[in-house]
């Protein structure tokens, strides 16, 4: 019915593609949060870490769990431990980003109760996105918790608000002029220097002067960095497809779809496809604004996106039921390319494929 087949040897491509970027020592953390992009996430970690990445990092201690419970042996990092998985991360051997006093203190108690020294860490310093992160002010106060039996410090970090902006920017420049601080505190007073990173993978396009010692890449390794120029040099992983499931034949002025969203102004051939807002492709996506391809043509969705399917106008294109649909692929139709059609990013569109949608691995 529906597939999202995923093209495995693409990763590797997009591995090479990321290298080059750097320079040779510079360590890559691969990001496989949220299922790998919505991709499956097994596969896609297991490829990671056979290409050889420094790491694996997820938002969520679950989400680490799960990848130890695939056999991954490589270092996790957590970029968003929350209070109650801490137990967790200890449990299954997974590094914690810490960003708060309150998070620091609690996991070192937790060390404390469990008889763990050295624990590796990381800590995340907000420098101008306001998600999590450490305010720069906390710095002395990091670097003397840090120095504590209990810890060590591998990495500190930020994450820059708009990575992809066009340069110069400001806002940029102010976040990377307080990292440097950041930088400059920790490695003036930590015994055994962290190593630092900034940069997504639009960063790394982008700024790649600023790569320091790691860089966190997660959707360049799917083929998208933001911006075509940098696209181009990705190859997209993932390609989606579906199949008609009925074609009808519908006349000028009838309706189609919930709430009447749509009334043919000629007389139309409306085929349904098994996919709806339940399956990632949103609302957003209907009365046109999204389209799909069969046979190499384009076909606008009308009408609402229902919950588990939706109606695309095929008056011009010779089609059956059972035809190939593709929603998006590796070359003109890309994920990116589809996901503005609904005002969306490659991100959205690729994380939010639903459970129902069949993961075809091809290696
Ligand atoms: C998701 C995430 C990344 C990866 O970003 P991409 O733009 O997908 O490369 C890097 N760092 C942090 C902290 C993240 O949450």
Redesign the pocket.
């Known amino acids: 019915m529906n597939s999202l087949n995923l093209h495995l040897s693409h990763l590797n491509y997009n591995y090479s593609q990321i290298q080059k970027q750097l320079n040779s020592e510079t360590q890559i953390?691969a990001?496989v949060?949220a299922g790998a992009?919505g991709s499956a996430s097994e596969a896609v970690a297991k490829r990671l870490e056979a290409l050889g990445v420094d790491y694996l990092?997820v938002?969520y201690a679950e989400e680490g769990e799960v990848l130890r419970s695939y056999g991954i042996k490589i270092p996790i990092m957590v970029?968003?431990p929350q209070l109650d998985s801490l137990k967790t991360i200890i449990e299954k051997a997974l590094e914690p980003?810490l960003y708060s006093r309150s998070l620091l203190m609690a996991f070192k108690g937790l060390l404390k109760d469990t008889n763990k020294t050295k624990y590796p860490i990381h800590i995340?310093y907000n420098t101008g996105l306001y998600r999590v992160g450490f305010s720069p002010e906390d710095t002395d106060w990091v670097i003397s918790q840090a120095a504590s039996n209990q810890f060590n410090l591998k990495s500190v970090?930020s994450?820059l608000a708009a990575?992809e902006d066009q340069r110069p920017s400001q806002s940029c420049d102010q976040q990377i002029r307080l990292f440097e601080a950041i930088k400059k505190a920790h490695s003036a007073q930590n015994s055994l220097i962290p190593k630092f990173h900034l940069l997504?993978?639009?960063?790394v396009f982008n700024y790649p002067e600023l790569q320091y010692d790691m860089v966190?890449?997660?959707?360049?390794f799917h083929g998208f960095?933001?911006h075509p120029k940098w696209d181009a040099l990705l190859k997209p992983i993932a390609v989606l497809e579906s199949r008609i499931t009925q074609i009808h034949e519908v006349k000028k002025g009838s309706y189609v779809g919930y709430d009447h969203g749509w009334k043919a102004p000629v007389d139309s051939i409306i085929a349904t496809l098994p996919l709806g807002h339940a399956d990632g492709i949103g609302r957003h996506f209907g009365h046109h604004k999204g389209s799909v391809f069969i046979h190499g043509e384009e076909a606008p969705i009308v009408g609402n996106v229902c919950m588990d399917m939706l109606m695309i106008d095929v008056t011009n294109i010779k089609c059956k039921p059972q035809d190939t649909v593709c929603f998006f692929g590796t070359t003109y139709n890309t994920a990116a390319s589809f996901s503005k059609q609904g005002q969306s990013i490659s991100?959205e569109i690729l994380s939010g494929l639903g459970p129902r949608i069949k993961r075809v691995i091809n290696k």
């Not at 966190?216 to 360049?220: E, T």
Request: proline residues 0%; aromatic residues 20%; positive net charge.
């Open positions: 953390v990001v949060k992009y990092a938002a970029f968003y980003c995340k970090y994450h990575s997504n993978s639009s960063g966190r890449c997660g959707i360049a960095a933001n991100y």
